[in-house]
């Protein structure tokens, strides 16, 4: 199995930025695809932005936070990480790390979840 432990989300205003990290452990070796998620209380899961876990660090990104979020990570560390910048009240969520075993364009159905960390924007 993989954990996952979400960190550093918490209460900003308008325009601020925070990083988000997740720590991965367990049977890293098992993760071809990292990314992270964001749900708000009755609307679905949102698929933000993914990573390709091993080798060259490719990746994509939703269009509502394309430009403003960047995915990264410490492969030494076993570490995942979200920087928001910008942020706007609407990217008021909680925000999840997710792991899968597959390989490409891979945006839902992910192996492995954390628990999640409160981001909140303030207007």
Same mark, same amino acid.
């Given at each position: 199995? !993989?954990?996952? !432990?979400?960190?550093? %989300?918490?209460? &900003?205003? *308008? %325009? #601020?930025? =925070? ?10 070796f098992?993760? /071809?695809? *990292?990314?992270?998620?964001?749900q @708000? $209380?009755? +609307?679905?899961?949102?698929? =933000?932005?993914?990573?390709?876990w091993? %080798? !060259?660090?490719?990746? #994509?990104?939703?269009?509502? &936070? +394309?430009?403003?979020?960047?995915i990264?990570?410490? /492969?030494?560390? /076993? ?5 928001m /910048?910008?942020? +706007? $009240?609407?990217?008021?969520? &909680?925000?999840?790390?997710?792991? #899968?075993?597959?390989?490409?364009? @891979? ?8 628990? %999640?960390?409160q @981001?909140? !924007?303030?207007?």
């Amino acid at each position: 199995q !993989v954990q996952l !432990v979400e960190s550093g %989300g918490g209460l &900003v205003q *308008a %325009g #601020d930025s =925070l990083r988000l990290s997740c720590a991965a452990s367990g049977l890293t070796f098992r993760i /071809n695809t *990292a990314a992270w998620f964001r749900q @708000v $209380p009755g +609307k679905e899961r949102e698929w =933000l932005a993914a990573i390709r876990w091993w %080798g !060259v660090a490719s990746s #994509d990104y939703a269009d509502s &936070v +394309k430009g403003r979020f960047t995915i990264s990570r410490d /492969n030494a560390k /076993n570490t995942l990480h979200l920087q928001m /910048n910008s942020l +706007k $009240p609407e990217d008021t969520a &909680v925000y999840y790390c997710a792991a #899968d075993r597959r390989s490409g364009d @891979v945006r839902d159905d992910y192996d492995y979840w954390g628990q %999640g960390t409160q @981001v909140t !924007v303030s207007s």
